[in-house]
């Protein structure tokens, strides 16, 4: 089955860019979405399709997907970006949807 | 307003069986898919399975771990998806989601709106 794989966490200062990596196999012949997901809530779309931004979710956020790797990108990072980030993908192999591990951002 | 309401969950002995269900408003039910995501305590986000919408045949999809005991259903006159769960096992516990994709093609764009979840405990 297919594994997509993040680094379990992530800091950065306010104001910087945290970046969010997802490790897959050939992950770049995929479609990728990112989910926010905070304490006692449902999961966010907050990208989808590697770079695409739902509406209402901010400029600041933005992906990439190359390779066997995608990153999501939080630029300006704020205290109200911290929170659980899950990659996910499509896999037609199996005809299963597959999630990241997560990794937890924490702003310093 | 699109939404997605889960109820049903509870406390459950092992081997037991629970039905969760999910109710929707707001779009059109029967253009989507509906998925089933989970979440055990501490733990990340596990989908478990999908049912297509009738256009591309209404069939399901899971994953490995729930196959042949889960059984997702849909009443599209009624906007409801159903999760019928049996011989359910203590590694069972978590936070049940149901979720819509984004596209009416099923495994496109990622799923935009969530329900706020429903808990099942599995303990003797």
């Known amino acids: 089955s297919y594994v997509l794989t993040q680094p379990p966490s992530v800091s950065v200062a306010p104001g910087q860019t945290a970046r969010i990596t997802c490790g897959g196999n050939?992950?770049?012949?995929?479609?990728v979405h990112w989910y926010q997901q905070k304490p006692g809530q449902a999961p966010l779309l907050v990208v989808y399709?590697?770079?695409d931004r739902p509406s209402g979710i901010p400029e600041r956020f933005s992906g990439s997907n190359s390779g066997n790797m995608a990153t999501l990108s939080i630029s300006r990072v704020e205290a109200g970006d911290e929170a659980d980030y899950y990659c996910?993908?499509?896999?037609?192999?199996?005809?299963?949807?597959?999630f990241g591990g997560g990794a937890k951002l924490t702003v310093l | 307003e699109v939404q997605l309401v889960e109820s049903g969950g509870g406390s459950v002995q092992p081997g037991r069986s629970l039905r969760l269900s999910c109710a929707a408003s707001?779009?059109?039910?029967?253009?989507?898919?509906m998925n089933w995501v989970r979440q055990a305590p501490g733990k990340g986000l596990e989908w478990v399975g999908f049912?297509?919408?009738?256009?591309?045949?209404?069939?399901?999809e899971y994953a490995a771990s729930v196959k042949g005991r889960f059984t997702i259903s849909r009443d599209d006159s009624k906007g409801i998806a159903y999760l019928q769960m049996n011989s359910l096992k203590t590694e069972d516990t978590a936070v049940y989601y149901c979720?819509?994709?984004?596209?009416?093609?099923?495994?496109?764009?990622?799923?935009?709106?969530w329900g706020q979840g429903t808990t099942v405990t599995v303990s003797s």
């Open positions: 979720s819509k994709p984004t596209s009416t093609i099923a495994v496109s764009g990622g799923m935009d709106v």
């Open positions: 707001g779009f059109t039910f029967g253009d989507y898919a």
């Open positions: 049912i297509r919408s009738k256009p591309y045949g209404g069939t399901t």
């Open positions: 050939n992950i770049g012949s995929k479609r």
């Open positions: 399709d590697d770079s």
């Open positions: 996910q993908v499509w896999d037609s192999g199996s005809d299963h949807w597959v």
